[in-house]
Each structure stands twice: as structure tokens, then as C-alpha cells.
């Protein structure tokens, strides 16, 4: 599951699976259905995700 959440005035997406935060809620879905799949994190998709 995606989790929705505001930091320092900003929505973020988190894959609650592994805690990664992206901006665009797409990203956070496309890792999140990798993590439940593969039980590990996709390099091409954290790439997305925010410092």
C-alpha cells in the first residue's frame, strides 16, 4: 500500500514496504507492487524517489 503524507509542505508518496518517498504517486505504486512482488527494492524505480 501507498501511504500519503505532508513534509515540510510537500505531498509525498511512501512505499510503505520499505519506506521510500516519491513525489509522483505512480512511483511510489510501481515500487511498492516491485517490493511486494520481489521482496527487494528496483534501483530503476528508486532512482524516482526523493533525497
Given at each position: 500500500m501507498?501511504?500519503?503524507i505532508e513534509k515540510n509542505g510537500k505531498v509525498l508518496y511512501l512505499c510503505e514496504l520499505c519506506g521510500?518517498?516519491?513525489t509522483e504517486k505512480e512511483w511510489?505504486?510501481?515500487?511498492?507492487?516491485w517490493c511486494s512482488s520481489h521482496h527487494s527494492c528496483n534501483l530503476e524505480i528508486i532512482e524516482h524517489g526523493v533525497p
Open positions: 501507498v501511504k500519503r521510500f518517498a516519491y511510489a505504486t510501481r515500487l511498492h507492487e
